[in-house]
């Protein structure tokens, strides 16, 4: 294993967890882990960022966004009242 491997893994184990534990946001966990592999050199600051302009993550986010609005809303609370 070289030592990039085991900073990322390093990385990915502690982010899992923190993901596990759920006393931080998961928003806070993964780029705390960004930037630590960032730091770390693991990977180039120049392409960091790139990945939040994929069409996926900006679906996940958009997702994410609207299933709080309907939680707040109370849509999921109809919805399930319904269903039992």
Same mark, same amino acid.
């Given at each position: 294993m070289t030592a @990039?491997? $085991?900073? !990322?893994f $390093?990385?990915?184990?502690?982010?899992?967890?923190?993901f596990m534990?759920? +006393?931080? +946001?998961y @928003?806070?966990?993964?780029?705390?882990?960004?930037i630590?592999a960032v730091?770390s050199g693991?990977?180039p600051a @120049?392409?960091? *960022? +790139?990945?939040?302009?994929h069409? $996926?993550?900006i679906?996940?986010? %958009?997702v994410?966004v609207?299933?709080r609005? *309907?939680e707040? %809303?109370?849509v999921? @609370?109809w !919805?399930?009242?319904? %269903?039992l």
């Open positions: @990039d491997q $085991a900073i !990322i $390093a990385i990915l184990g502690l982010s899992l967890l923190l534990w759920g +006393r931080w +946001r @928003d806070i966990v993964a780029f705390t882990a960004l630590l730091i693991v990977v @120049d392409l960091a *960022f +790139r990945g939040f302009g069409p $996926a993550v679906t996940v986010a %958009a994410l609207l299933s609005g *309907f707040h %809303a109370g999921v @609370d !919805i399930a009242e319904k %269903a």
